[in-house]
């Protein structure tokens, strides 16, 4: 016969840990900028594009910028469009692409953005596109592979997915859109449609 052991305690249970207030937790997280733009192209699927006379690491873009307090991405792509092209964007939302880029030296902020499909232009609405001097200086349009020799790679490999999403009809995610990444680098990884 065995002897019986003394009765064993209950493990204790785990503390939760304290939750912090609201701006000590909210001081903890990341930080980012929001931006929303438009993805047009021509009647033969030739991406449109406008020439930035502010930027020479990324002098081709497309219409958009950054949200203002309150707003919303599609809000931010529609109102950026009319001011920098004069063009209307009529809903609703299609998302093409997500996009993401980690904070680095030249900017402290994370970079969070979504690429809506503005569908295809007439030539006459492209004709009849009005830039604003004081961000672009020239619409143009070309067949994607065109458009390589003109921007530094991961610009074009973010426009790359862009159409790719277009044409398939899947969201595009590019998450490598980091501000310490030299454009003449190119990507180190995930723009996957």
Do not use: C, N
């Not at 680095?104 to 596109?129: C, M």
């Amino acid at each position: 016969m065995q002897p019986l052991s003394p009765p064993t305690a209950p493990a204790p249970a785990p503390v939760a840990p304290a939750l912090l207030p609201v701006e000590e937790f909210v001081a903890t997280l990341p930080k980012a900028t929001l931006f929303g733009a438009v993805y047009f192209t021509d009647g033969a699927d030739r991406p449109v594009q406008l020439h930035a006379v502010y930027s020479d690491e990324h002098p081709w873009q497309l219409p958009g910028g950054t949200a203002e307090a309150g707003e919303r991405p599609w809000q931010t792509a529609v109102r950026e469009t009319e001011e920098e092209t004069g063009l209307v964007v009529a809903g609703p939302p299609r998302l093409l692409a997500a996009v993401f880029g980690l904070p680095g030296a030249a900017w402290p902020l994370a970079t969070a953005g979504y690429v809506f499909d503005g569908g295809r232009l007439s030539d006459r609405q492209i004709a009849e596109l009005v830039l604003d001097p004081a961000e672009h200086d020239e619409v143009r349009v070309l067949p994607l592979p065109q458009w390589q020799a003109l921007m530094p790679p991961r610009d074009f490999v973010r426009l790359s997915a862009f159409a790719e999403a277009r044409r398939t009809g899947r969201a595009a995610y590019v998450g490598t859109w980091d501000w310490d990444e030299s454009p003449a680098q190119g990507p180190a990884g995930d723009a996957a449609p």
